[in-house]
DNA sequence: GAAGCTAAGTTAACACTGTTCACATGATGC
DNA sequence: GCATCATGTGAACAGTGTTAACTTAGCTTC
């Protein structure tokens, strides 16, 4: 509150991340460079360190800002009257964002952490930290179950875990979007036709999952 | 035929993809090293190139050994006796290599051109690529195609495109397990009631796209 | 105002990486 | 015997992430 200014001049910092989100864009995270991203703010490779912990801390704080583009696009979608309809949006928004900024989906929810950070730990390790507590936590999840929720509350959903629900769907959603970006999907045509692919396996989804 | 041993020693070769897909199991694409392979064959970096045009040549090879383990599971589900049996048993070996190899599965599924490779072109330019042509050789699509088309003629999938049909039974499947090993899926709690609840749901699907 | 502390930057170095080049060498074919 | 060619080598180059020692500007506190 009244503690001055503690982080005045952090303008580097936020040009630091706002210069890696461009690198990252660019050339993916195999070409992505700590020097490079150094290098067009105008610092040395070093002067990253007094702000990142490292390589993998600003490739991470790139991230939490693609995040946070995530979230501008899932919240229009609250906008909608009703359940269904903020539903269907929800799911039609989450394509477009997937579609719009094809990296940053991919980079969001087909990237694993090992992809990412250099460091592998065996799955158990991610599943015991994830589980439970911090899934709770996982922003797009949560609002995914708000939806299902209120849809049963609507009626139109049957009565059920929502959690277990909206893995199901979500899952559908992502699956197709993921096939999509990583091209093994080539049949289904240009971008308009697999929009309508989505949405009719929306509907279809919905329908199946009410009474 | 009757050429002499035109590869004679290209024991050296196998070693590498070898070495190749060691390196990488253990450490993912950020830690894969082509020095590192060379060095437990016992080669210098230099000689790598011998044999591959380069880092992403050598990751290739390795990556197409994966795929042909990924297809020992596959076929094992065409043992099973009715279409429906091995429509179901597909949808297990399916899970059983993604479980058992998540990292095969991740490299195959889950990461693109991209971001194996450092060249990054556009979207447009994998889907022009990858579109219609390429994609019918894709020997999962085909696989999957086999079995809807086999369903849809014993009666117990609705006539359609079989295409179509597999697009969304793939996706499906194929987001559950992304989302399950991405670390997105935490509430779902152990790998056996993971298991349950993609097996109901494929069941689900099946029975929805049925008559 | 002088002294001291801290955040933010520097340069230099280290141990890596992928890639290329000029060179050795051992087997093969004529 | 001699040339060819695949297969290997070592040295070098440019680039990477990371660390350490050093400077410097700004703020706090006597």
Not at 90 to 105: I, T, V
Not at 194 to 210: K, N, P
Request: charged share 25%; with cysteine; net charge neutral.
């Amino acid at each position: 509150m009244g503690r001055p200014a503690q982080h005045a001049s952090d303008d580097t910092r936020s040009r630091l991340v706002a210069a890696a989100r461009d690198v990252f864009l660019e050339g993916g995270v195999a070409n992505f460079s700590l020097r490079e991203v150094a290098r067009r703010v105008g610092v040395s490779a070093a002067g990253v360190y007094r702000h990142f912990d490292g390589k993998d801390a600003l490739v991470d704080a790139a991230c939490a800002q693609g995040f946070a583009v995530f979230s501008s696009y899932l919240v229009r979608a609250l906008g909608a009257g009703t359940p269904r309809e903020r539903m269907l949006t929800s799911a039609d928004q989450y394509l477009r964002f997937a579609l719009e900024n094809p990296r940053d989906y991919r980079f969001i929810f087909m990237s694993t952490a090992e992809d990412i950070h250099r460091s592998a730990p065996s799955l158990p390790a991610r599943a015991g930290r994830k589980d439970l507590a911090a899934m709770a936590e996982d922003p797009t999840f949560r609002f995914l179950v708000d939806r299902v929720r209120e849809c049963m509350a609507a009626g139109m959903l049957d009565e059920g875990l929502p959690e277990k629900i909206a893995v199901l769907i979500w899952s559908h959603l992502h699956g197709l979007i993921s096939l999509r970006l990583s091209g093994h999907l080539g049949p289904v045509g240009d971008e308009a036709s697999f929009a309508a692919l989505y949405r009719e396996s929306v509907e279809r989804m919905l329908q199946s999952l009410g009474s």
